[in-house]
T-cell receptor, first 115, second 112 residues
Framework: NAGVTQTPKFRILKIGQSMTLQCTQD?????MYWYRQDPGMGLKLIYY???????DKGEVPNGYNVSRSTTEDFPLRLELAAPSQTSVYFC???????FGTGELFFGEGSRLTVL | GNSVTQMEGPVTLSEEAFLTINCTYT??????LFWYVQYPGEGLQLLLK?????DKGSNKGFEATYRKETTSFHLEKGSVQVSDSAVYFC???????????FGQGTRLTINP
C-alpha cells in the first residue's frame, strides 16, 4: 500500500516559471490537503478538497491553483513562481472519516527552490 | 475560534532525560487532540491521539492526557532516546470539520 505519493521530491525553478506538484493517494480518501512548511516553521494550509470536483482555499492560497478531477489525484500548480514560494510542500489525505477520529496521512514532501 | 499553542522550542535534552512538551488549546465544541511527529526529511505521522476528556493516548513510550479543565494535552516521555529527535506538532480536530488545526511545532534534539 503506497499511501500518499508526491512528485517530484526536489525541484529548482527560475522566477516566473510554472510547475505542477503531483499528489496521488491509493486509500480512497475523500479529503485531501496541500500544506507548505517554511524553514523552521510550522505548517500552513494552501488548499484542500473534500471530494472529486470540490476544492477550497486555505490560509495561503495566493500564487497557487488546484484541481480534483478524481478521488486519487490532487495536483498543486504554481503559476509565475516567486522566491517567496521556496518551501517544502506536503500533500496529505484524511483517513477514518471526520477529524473527530480521523488521521492525516502525509506524503514525504516536495522541496521547491525558486531562484 | 479554534487554536493550538505549543511551548517554544527548540528543546535540547540528554539521552534518558524526562520530556514534557506543553500544548494548550482553545476550541468551540469538543475537539479530538493529536500529536504528530516529523522525523528529519520526512512528512508528518500520527504519534498518538485522544478523542474525549480524560482519555490518554500513548505510543512508542510517549503519553498525553486530554485535560478539559486545563485545556491541555501535554506530551511526555519518561526516558528519551537519540532517535526521538524530531519536530512534534500538537493538533486539534472538531467532529465534522474539514481541517485540522496545528500548533507551530517544537523541535526536539536529544544528545547522546
Amino acid at each position: 500500500n503506497a499511501g500518499v505519493t508526491q512528485t517530484p521530491k526536489f525541484r529548482i525553478l527560475k522566477i516566473g516559471q510554472s510547475m505542477t506538484l503531483q499528489c496521488t493517494q491509493d486509500m480512497n480518501h475523500n479529503y485531501m490537503y496541500w500544506y507548505r512548511q517554511d524553514p523552521g516553521m510550522g505548517l500552513k494550509l494552501i488548499y484542500y478538497s473534500v471530494g472529486a470536483g470540490i476544492t477550497d482555499k486555505g490560509e495561503v492560497p495566493n500564487g497557487y491553483n488546484v484541481s480534483r478531477s478524481t478521488t486519487e489525484d490532487f495536483p498543486l500548480r504554481l503559476e509565475l513562481a516567486a522566491p517567496s514560494q521556496t518551501s517544502v510542500y506536503f500533500c496529505a489525505s484524511l483517513g477514518g472519516g471526520s477529524f473527530g477520529t480521523g488521521e492525516l496521512f502525509f506524503g514525504e514532501g516536495s522541496r521547491l527552490t525558486v531562484l | 475560534g479554534n487554536s493550538v499553542t505549543q511551548m517554544e522550542g527548540p528543546v535540547t535534552l540528554s539521552e534518558e532525560a524526562f520530556l514534557t512538551i506543553n500544548c494548550t488549546y482553545t476550541a468551540t465544541g469538543y475537539p479530538s487532540l493529536f500529536w504528530y511527529v516529523q522525523y528529519p526529511g520526512e512528512g508528518l505521522q500520527l504519534l498518538l491521539k485522544a478523542t474525549k476528556a480524560d482519555d490518554k493516548g500513548s505510543n512508542k513510550g510517549f503519553e498525553a492526557t486530554y485535560r478539559k479543565e486545563t485545556t491541555s494535552f501535554h506530551l511526555e516521555k519518561g526516558s528519551v532516546q537519540v532517535s526521538d529527535s524530531a519536530v512534534y506538532f500538537c493538533a486539534l480536530g472538531i467532529q465534522g470539520a474539514q481541517k485540522l488545526v496545528f500548533g507551530q511545532g517544537t523541535r526536539l534534539t536529544i544528545n547522546p
